[in-house]
């Protein structure tokens, strides 16, 4: 059983372009976190999605920044016209439920790491 | 807000000891608490969970403590080793929310 699967591993990318970064959740795991990484910092939580829903959006900045969980295919973060300060590590998570319900663990990619020049 | 705070320095311990890492949190009575490892450059891996109504939880040579009055965690490696070195993260959960909110991790480094 694969685990989840991040990729990129690492983009490049330059100020005023767009990043994608996909997720592909463990088999069987409908839940999907995105989690954003500065260097030396801890792990900020941006988005919680079901398939097709956004639960919550609670961390993710206002503008430039998206996500969606299709019914079909990889989650996706999404950074239009990025800036140096959007260089990071994003981790996605999945769980086979939602955390809150019996403190369900999360099971993290490897990340993707995003350096703007 | 809530807030969670763990040890931002590094906790540098000699191989054989027993490693205690704390992780406070204020403005929320967490249902649970977990706790992850995260090595350089790689993903999070869940290591622990405790629930509210227990005390105390045992996995091999770590041992996790839950005491709500002093909204507190702590996290023991016993025998350290240096393949123990990295940084440790803990998440107090709420059953409200569907997300999880980490602490910014406390560095372990295991000197042989």
């Known amino acids: 059983n694969a685990g989840v699967m991040q990729n990129p591993r690492h983009l490049v990318r330059r100020r005023g372009q767009e990043a994608r970064l996909r997720c592909s959740p463990m088999k069987g795991h409908s839940h999907v976190y995105w989690y954003r990484q500065l260097p030396e910092e801890g792990l900020k939580f941006m988005v919680y999605?079901?398939?097709?829903?956004?639960?919550?959006e609670s961390g993710m900045p206002k503008e430039r920044f998206s996500a969606e969980f299709p019914k079909e295919g990889p989650s996706i973060l999404r950074i239009q016209q990025v800036v140096r300060g959007d260089s990071a590590a994003y981790f996605c998570a999945s769980s086979p439920r939602d955390t809150s319900l019996a403190g369900g663990e999360l099971f993290f990619g490897e990340g993707s790491r995003l350096t703007v020049l | 807000s809530q807030k969670i705070e763990q040890n931002s320095e590094a906790l540098n311990i000699q191989e054989g000891k027993t490693a205690t890492l704390t992780c406070n949190y204020t403005n929320y009575s967490p249902a649970y608490l977990q706790w992850y490892r995260q090595d350089p450059g790689r993903g999070p891996v869940f290591l622990l969970l405790i629930r509210e109504n227990e005390k105390e939880k045992r996995k091999e040579r770590l041992k996790v403590t839950f005491d709500t009055t002093l909204k507190q965690s702590l996290f023991h490696i016993t025998a350290s080793q240096p393949a123990d070195s990295a940084t440790y993260l803990c998440?107090?959960?709420?059953?409200?929310?569907?997300?999880?909110?980490f602490g910014q991790g406390t560095t372990l480094q295991v000197k042989p």
């Open positions: 999605l079901q398939k097709e829903n956004i639960i919550d």
């Open positions: 998440a107090p959960g709420s059953s409200n929310t569907g997300k999880l909110i």
